[in-house]
């Protein structure tokens, strides 16, 4: 029998009827939402004082399982004869560097850092620590249908892209001579009255920043009722592909 397939088996998504495989898999993603909550739960002060020493043993049994994990792939990955690397250092190379490895490697590394490498930020590593969300890609094709489904729409993301470009430049350069010299404090230049243009574009709801002119009013209402009405037509965009092969569009409505 061939260990190597047998545990790289194990490991990958489960197929029906093997219930060594599906075992693994509930256990490891029961204990990446696990990990989840707990450093939730870190984030609260009264809760990180009281029960620290809990969350740091939880902390430490699911490093030693996620470090155990990445062995056992490295060396199962070997077995892979699907991979295009000829040779086993190969395919661990391949594994080791690919999306999957280096969020393996990433789930890890903030609780080891500490060790190597004294006085980081623990909230920065708090928060690295929720890259093990990522994991679940073993055990879900999520990821790769949502890149799919960019990638395939891409033409449609990139007219999207276009239309928020215009849009935040006209806008941003009618408010500034509109609103220059009533605020010259908060439309100092058109790259910073952008950040104006960009809230108003996604959500009507301004605060510290307000037209006090009439010609910038009566803009605003115009930008306000243009960027819901733009919303509207970016979203079909994206979510009907309107464009044909040939990249000519097909209409928004």
């Not at 709801?205 to 010609?215: A, D, E, V, Y």
Request: charge should be positive; aromatic fraction near 14%; include cysteine.
């Amino acid at each position: 029998m061939n260990y190597q397939h047998r545990v790289m088996e194990i490991l990958n998504k489960g197929s029906h009827g093997d219930r060594a495989s599906s075992a693994c898999d509930i256990f490891l993603s029961t204990l990446i939402i696990l990990n989840l909550v707990a450093v939730c739960l870190e984030s609260v002060a009264a809760i990180s004082q009281q029960y620290h020493l809990a969350l740091l043993y939880f902390e430490w049994f699911s490093v030693t399982i996620f470090v155990i994990e990445y062995g056992l792939r490295i060396w199962s990955i070997a077995a892979d004869k699907r991979s295009s690397a000829k040779t086993p250092w190969g395919r661990r190379s391949q594994y080791i560097f690919s999306f999957t490895g280096l969020i393996d490697l990433a789930a890890i590394l903030p609780t080891i850092l500490p060790l190597l490498m004294g006085g980081i930020d623990l909230r920065w590593l708090r928060v690295l620590r929720l890259v093990r969300l990522l994991k679940m890609s073993h055990y879900s094709t999520a990821l790769e249908d949502l890149f799919s489904a960019i990638y395939e729409e891409r033409r449609s993301f990139g007219a999207a892209l276009y239309l928020i470009a215009i849009a935040l430049f006209l806008s941003s350069a009618m408010m500034y001579l509109a609103e220059y010299e009533a605020q010259p404090d908060q439309f100092q230049s058109i790259p910073n009255t952008m950040w104006w243009s960009l809230i108003t574009l996604t959500t009507v709801r301004l605060r510290g920043c307000f037209t006090h002119n009439s010609p910038g009013s009566n803009y605003r209402c115009i930008y306000c009722t243009d960027g819901r009405l733009y919303r509207g037509s970016v979203d079909r965009y994206c979510r009907l592909g309107l464009f044909d092969p040939d990249g000519a569009a097909q209409g928004y409505f």
